[in-house]
């Protein structure tokens, strides 16, 4: 069976602080990772995805992910956070078909 | 173009009613995902089709959760006598392909409550 954990379930932070976000996942074979986020008011969207390739994957909005398969991680990292980066970021795995979600973390920005 | 439509958005049921919950999906998708939200939750795999077959139903919770996609599109989740515990959102997601050849393209969802 596959997991995910994520780590902070609640982060604040000011405007223009960098931002790590730990995800892990537990599953024994090839897993494609992804991180969505969702904004207030809105439905979850993909942020960014690996399939394959470069470990290190950049999405929308200047973030990227860097998959560590020694470690089964996939954080999610951002240099300079905004305050619309405020929302509720999930880490999903999909390892055959299923797609596992983590439990999510909010992210506070404070102006 | 359009995404992912769920309806209602907002559902309310007494305890012991039967509730359907609707989603269309994009056009052509192929794949189609049911997951449960609870408060504070991520969302929880309930089921998945590839067009009409359901490849996996290992989520549904209980005997009482059904769902179809008769012709490989528009999709129902049905919950028979509904219980407090099925108060959540419940999210459809779509995908062009298979889930390991494209992401998911997510609904607004409907919340259900029951009272």
């Known amino acids: 069976a596959q997991s995910v954990s994520q780590h902070n379930h609640h982060v604040i932070l000011s405007e223009a602080a960098s931002l790590e976000l730990g995800c892990n996942y537990s599953?024994?074979?090839?897993?494609?990772l992804f991180w969505y986020v969702q904004y207030p008011g809105q439905h979850l969207q993909l942020l960014l995805k690996?399939?394959?390739?470069?470990?290190l994957v950049k999405g929308i909005k200047g973030f990227e992910a860097e998959f560590i398969k020694s470690k089964f991680s996939f954080n999610l990292r951002k240099p300079s956070v905004q305050w619309s980066d405020t929302a509720e970021y999930f880490c999903a795995v999909n390892g055959y078909q299923k797609v596992t979600f983590g439990i999510g973390t909010k992210l506070q920005v404070i102006p | 173009g359009a995404g992912v439509s769920q309806s209602p958005r907002y559902k309310v049921a007494k305890r012991g009613q039967d509730v359907a919950l609707r989603c269309d999906p994009i056009s052509g998708h192929v794949s189609l995902f049911w997951y449960q939200q609870a408060l504070g939750q991520g969302p929880e795999f309930l089921t998945y089709?590839?067009?009409?077959?359901?490849?996996?139903k290992s989520g549904l919770p209980s005997d009482r959760f059904f769902a179809e996609r008769p012709e490989g599109s528009v999709s129902t989740l049905k919950i028979q006598r509904t219980q407090q515990e099925d108060s959540a959102v419940y999210l459809c997601?779509?995908?062009?392909?298979?889930?390991?050849?494209?992401?998911?393209?997510f609904g607004n969802g409907t919340r259900l409550t029951v009272t």
């Open positions: 599953y024994g074979g090839t897993v494609n």
């Open positions: 690996y399939f394959s390739g470069d470990p």
């Open positions: 089709f590839q067009n009409e077959a359901q490849l996996d």
């Open positions: 997601a779509s995908s062009a392909q298979g889930p390991n050849n494209s992401p998911l393209h």
